[in-house]
């Protein structure tokens, strides 16, 4: 029997970034299937709705048969499960991003022993920037389109104008 190599890569890509762009070609290169998981999390403010970040996403990843894009509420273990995944892809930013992983990759494992967290340092050139940073430029009429794929500009444009 072939065995799959599924793995999930969740976040709030509120909006998605040409960083997170990036841990998805990379990861697609090492796993079968790659679920982009875009978590529900009440206690956020919202940026773009979920439908919105979903539908941004998928723009970005047309023509990229490995990768789907799903909306996921509840642990995140057991939306792995539910999708035969059995590893976890996070990126690393900075130090400052390392407390915050440990912490959850600790837990989950914790929760899901058989799910490994893989983590994929982020590029050089994508190292500062974060979902935050795009709103908050965005948000200020700053040039926030040098930090997100195309589509999602877009995407935000439109949210913007609205
Ligand atoms: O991009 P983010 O905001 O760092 O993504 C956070 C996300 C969605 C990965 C995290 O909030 C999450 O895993 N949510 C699902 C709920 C869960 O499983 N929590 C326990 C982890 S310790």
Same mark, same amino acid.
């Not at 709030?12 to 970034?17: A, I, L, M, V």
């Given at each position: 029997m072939v065995h799959m190599r599924v793995a999930v890569y969740p976040g709030?890509?509120? #909006? #998605?970034?040409l960083g997170h762009l990036d841990i998805i070609e990379r990861g697609e290169r090492l796993f079968d299937r790659l679920i982009v998981g875009i978590g529900v999390n009440s206690n956020k403010r919202m940026f773009l709705e979920y439908e919105e970040r979903k539908r941004a996403l998928e723009a970005c990843l047309e +023509?990229? #048969?490995k990768v789907e894009v799903q909306i996921f509420q509840g642990l995140l273990v057991d939306f792995c499960r539910e999708n035969g995944a059995n590893a976890i892809i996070r990126g690393l930013r900075a130090i400052s991003d390392f407390d915050y992983e440990f912490q959850i990759s600790t837990a989950n494992r914790k929760l899901a022993p058989e799910i490994e967290t893989v983590m994929f340092m982020t590029k050089w050139d994508y190292s500062f920037i974060s979902s935050s940073v795009v709103r908050e430029v965005a948000r200020l009429g +700053?040039?926030? &389109? &040098?930090?997100? #794929?195309g589509k999602v500009s877009e995407i935000i444009e439109a949210k913007l104008r609205s």
């Open positions: 709030s890509f509120d #909006p #998605p970034t +023509g990229r #048969p +700053g040039e926030y &389109q &040098q930090f997100v #794929p």
